[in-house]
């Protein structure tokens, strides 16, 4: 069973970026699949959550309204739309299956992406 993201880069304060998360060995409706990230020195932080079988969401209110996830059940792959995007929203970027959005406990996670927001 294999995550895989992508998407990441260099984007000016304001700017938007999608990020990709493919999922391998596995169907996406097993797990709910969480988007969370860690900036140098900082604890993670859980940013959204889907479960894909019912399309329950679930976003972090540091990024309401600028962030999305969203899912494809055929291509098995999730998303996390980011506009808006800040200096704070600087971190690698990760997802990963849980048993339910409600769960701290993350089963595994994929090798991350990286975002910088520059001012």
């Known amino acids: 069973v294999q995550l895989v993201e992508s998407g990441g880069g260099l984007v000016q304060v304001g700017g938007s970026l999608r990020l990709s998360c493919v999922a391998s060995g596995f169907n996406l409706d097993d797990y709910a699949i969480d988007w969370f990230r860690q900036a140098p020195g900082k604890e993670r932080e859980g940013v959204s959550c889907?479960?894909?079988?019912?399309?329950?969401?679930y976003t972090a209110d540091s990024v309401k309204g600028r962030f999305a996830i969203s899912s494809d059940r055929v291509k098995n792959m999730v998303y996390l739309q980011m506009d808006d995007l800040k200096p704070e929203d600087t971190a690698q970027y990760y997802c990963a299956a849980k048993a339910r959005c409600g769960d701290s406990w993350r089963i595994f996670w994929g090798q991350g992406t990286q975002v910088t927001v520059s001012s």
């Open positions: 889907i479960t894909t079988r019912n399309g329950l969401t």
